[in-house]
């Protein structure tokens, strides 16, 4: 399969069957390496309701018929903007027909503001893990670290680990290579980092506090790919 980061914490993969994109956050992104018109997804999986993430899940959805995975309370909100969603919730997994979704528990909020700045809370936000054709991938959403990742990579090894490194709203490196302790993973791609200058973690740094791991660290400038 084919992995290409389009910038920010958007991912697409392309497998044999299915075309998936994960938070795409393109119209307004600084690095966004596409834009919505370009994308033709079949699935989109959504980790959060921040902006940043939602992005274009609507138009996309509506123009592609792409299926947006995500939690209840933001899929019964993306459903009433007209795209097609299916419901999940944390701990919870459901079985498609290219494989397994499992929704995970993330540390931090969801929302989107209003009109007079006032937030509208989506529900709680998530980590995705993505099981298809042998592989297992886990894109981490926004989140701070927390130990019980380690439940999540007792369940199925996981191939590839999408991990926030960007810090201020998320975890920075030292956190994301711990993650990694805890997730064990085969890849990493870090992601959330530098698209706005809040965002200071350094993949480099990143890559240098992961070392020790063994994982492998795909630093992507936003458009690259490769294949695994
Ligand atoms: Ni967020
Ligand atoms: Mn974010």
């Known amino acids: 399969m084919k992995f290409t980061f389009l910038g920010h914490a958007a991912c697409y993969l392309e497998t044999a069957s299915e075309r998936f994109l994960f938070d795409p956050f393109l119209t307004g992104n600084p690095k966004a390496s596409i834009t ?3 994308v033709n997804p079949t699935y989109i999986l959504l980790t959060h309701g921040h ?8 138009a996309i959805s509506r123009r592609s018929g792409a299926t947006i995975i995500t939690t209840f309370e933001l899929s019964q909100w993306l459903e009433a903007q007209g795209a097609k969603v299916e419901p999940l919730n944390h701990g919870g997994s459901h079985n498609f027909s290219f494989g ?3 929704i995970t528990i993330a540390f931090h909020s969801s929302s989107i503001i209003e009109e007079g700045g006032r937030p509208l809370y989506l529900g709680e936000p998530a980590g995705i893990v993505l ?3 042998g592989n297992t991938i886990y894109h981490a959403g926004d989140t701070a670290l927390f130990s019980d990742m380690r ?3 007792e369940e ?3 191939n590839l680990a999408l991990l926030p490194i960007g810090d201020r709203f998320t975890m920075g490196p030292k956190q994301a290579a711990k993650a990694i302790e805890f997730l064990r993973p085969r890849m990493v791609v870090p992601i959330h ?3 706005f200058p809040a965002l200071t973690g350094d993949p480099q740094e990143f890559a240098k506090l992961a070392k020790a791991t063994g994982a492998q660290i795909h630093i992507l400038r936003p458009g690259e ?3 695994f």
Do not use: C, M, W
Request: charged fraction near 30%; hydrophobic fraction near 30%; charge should be negative.
């Open 36 to 38: 919505p018109e370009k």
């Open 151 to 153: 439940l999540i990579a």
């Open 193 to 195: 980092y530098g698209t």
């Open 100 to 102: 397994r979704v499992r």
């Open 156 to 158: 199925t090894p996981i």
């Open 131 to 133: 099981e298809t054709e």
């Open 51 to 58: 902006q940043d993430h939602l992005g274009d899940s609507v």
């Open 225 to 227: 790919s490769f294949n």
